[in-house]
């Protein structure tokens, strides 16, 4: 292709990074705090492709476990090359759900940071065989003393690789990625995602925010979360400058937009309340009107109006909703951005609003919001190794969202409430079940219910509610402490009620709506200091009750 010729509108990955190349090998593409050019980074990930393809086949899988960085980037570039599928882990993550995603995938190839090796390590501690291990990091080869397999390190494998040569006849039905996404109703499961769900995702995401070749985007979303993933392809089919923030901090986001001369930021959606909520500073001011959009997801009018008032930023909210099986169901046409909406339809799916029995409803009415594809190639291509759960959700040939909404006259969606028991804080789905199901490991617990409660920055706040055995004396306190450890941190529970019972239907269903409805209760016990005062006789009491007492 000549750079003569117009890009395609939605480019994949290595088309999209190939035509930049012709057009400007400079471009700027931000990460780890260093200012890289688009050929170097190129380079390096082809190099490792190479190295990767002596030991991967196409269709195998690497798993990766890395902050935003140059590793996580090249990681996901190099599997592109060599044909394989990218399983990325959340950081976040440890334990059971860990290893549950290690064998459920089955990886031929696992790379982290040395960060990451002692979680990963007692992860892998009874799979078969043992996984490779490729390290990034100082001294990382020796940081997995002992380990069975075979340690490789990552920067001698981009050193050492012979480099592929990129084939731009790419497979747009292909896998791309394995993402897992919270389970509600069993463990967590793999959403398989093409290389044309990715390329039109890019394409919707910088469409719905009107970028531009000119903007400059900043983002902290992590790269194992395909918004993340959307934006850096977004920014190679446009040849617009990104940078990928390791971390997020709000005592730092205005200096770190500057720093980075930001027309755009995205963000997760609590990141939109807590730098509202933060004090002035020097650079918060030297800020104003230098953002033209702030993107996240919830959004509410009242806080987009603090944006536009205090920052000087035009547009507050992605105005679009989708997740992890379907990408954008909606999005904000040109021009026609409204606080608080979820976008209107676009040409990529088809949005309706059901009842239960899945009969359309009519405009203003509350009802689960269904979708199917227009195009092919756009949508995951189901439950990886799971297709009784991939029919399961495609119920009438439209894929059941499992969230709740309505329709406005002027076809805007309004996104209401979760159809499903999962949870929402941090920017990460946190599946009740597996929460349920660590917590009901303790000893003194019968019965657990991990269920949301109100939360001040738009997400949800973690509450537990268990039934403790008969003869039990367990304290809330000391049942956090025992939690804390083994769940992921974004889902570390802020609250923990000990009750005789638990609400349940006929059949002996828990009622999560109940437990969500009655919230932090007099007997909860909290991890925020202030709600200790109110805690007192009344925790002590509901402890007895489930005691017995």
């Not at 997801?297 to 009242?302: A, N, W």
């Not at 599946?431 to 219910?449: C, D, G, M, N, T």
């Not at 999560?512 to 202030?530: H, N």
Request: with cysteine; proline share 6%; aromatic share 8%.
């Amino acid at each position: 292709m000549t750079p003569e010729q117009p890009r395609p509108a939605s480019a994949p990955l290595i088309v999209a990074i190939a035509e930049q190349l012709e057009r400007d090998p400079a471009l700027s593409v931000t990460v780890d705090g260093r200012r890289w050019r688009l050929d170097e980074l190129d380079s390096q990930a082809r190099a490792l492709a190479g190295s990767f393809a002596q030991r991967v086949v196409p269709g195998e899988r690497i798993a990766v476990m890395a902050r935003n960085g140059r590793l996580a980037l090249l990681t996901w570039w190099a599997a592109t090359y060599c044909g394989a599928y990218l399983v990325p882990l959340n950081v976040n993550n440890r334990g059971a759900i860990v290893t549950h995603q290690l064998t459920d995938s089955e990886p031929v190839l696992l790379v982290a940071e040395s960060e990451f090796t002692e979680v990963l390590v007692e992860a892998v501690a009874d799979l078969q065989p043992v996984l490779p291990f490729v390290i990034g990091g100082s001294d990382s080869v020796d940081a997995v003393p002992g380990y069975a397999g075979e340690v490789l390190d990552f920067d001698a494998l981009v050193e050492a690789g012979d480099p592929v040569v990129p084939d731009l006849e790419l497979d747009l039905s292909g896998t791309s990625h394995l993402v897992y996404t919270a389970g509600t109703t069993g463990p967590s499961k793999a959403c398989q995602v093409s290389h044309g769900y990715v390329a039109n995702m890019a394409r919707q995401m910088r469409e719905n925010l009107e970028r531009t070749a000119a903007d400059r985007l900043w983002t902290a979303m992590p790269l194992f979360h395909l918004s993340a993933i959307g934006h850096v392809v977004g920014s190679l089919q446009l040849g617009s400058e990104i940078t990928i923030a390791r971390r997020f901090s709000v005592s730092r986001f205005w200096d770190d937009v500057l720093a980075a001369d930001a027309t755009m930021v995205a963000l997760m959606g609590s990141m939109l309340p807590m730098i509202a909520r933060a004090p002035e500073t020097e650079s918060s001011r030297a800020a104003y009107g230098k953002l033209r959009a702030a993107s996240g997801s919830p959004v509410t009018e009242d806080l987009a109006r603090q944006w536009q008032e205090r920052f000087g930023v035009q547009r507050v909210g992605s105005g679009a909703y989708g997740m992890t099986e379907a990408c954008l169901l909606t999005m904000t046409p040109a021009g026609e951005y409204r606080a608080g909406s979820a976008g209107m339809l676009n040409d990529s799916f088809e949005v309706q609003i059901v009842d239960e029995r899945d009969n359309p409803l009519p405009v203003g009415q509350i009802g689960e919001i269904v979708c199917r594809p227009k195009l092919p190639n756009i949508m995951f291509t189901g439950y990886w190794r799971q297709p009784e759960k991939s029919l399961e959700v495609f119920r009438g040939l439209w894929f059941h969202c499992g969230d709740f909404g309505r329709m406005d006259a002027d076809g805007y969606l309004y996104f209401v409430d979760r159809g499903k028991d999962y949870l929402r804080r941090g920017g990460e789905n946190i599946s009740s079940y597996e929460i349920e199901s660590i917590v009901a490991q303790h000893p003194q617990v019968r019965e657990a219910a991990v269920h949301a409660v109100f939360s001040p920055l738009n997400e949800d706040e973690v509450k537990v509610t268990v039934v403790a055995n008969d003869d039990s004396t367990l304290d809330p306190a000391e049942l956090f402490e025992w939690i804390r450890p083994r769940v992921p941190r974004y889902a570390v529970p802020s609250h923990i009620e000990i009750r005789g019972e638990l609400p349940k239907n006929a059949v002996g269903r828990v009622l999560k709506r109940e437990l969500r409805e009655q919230g932090v209760t007099a007997a909860t016990w909290s991890t925020d200091p202030r709600a200790q005062e109110d805690r007192g006789a009344a925790v002590h009491n509901a402890v007895a009750t489930s005691a017995g007492g």
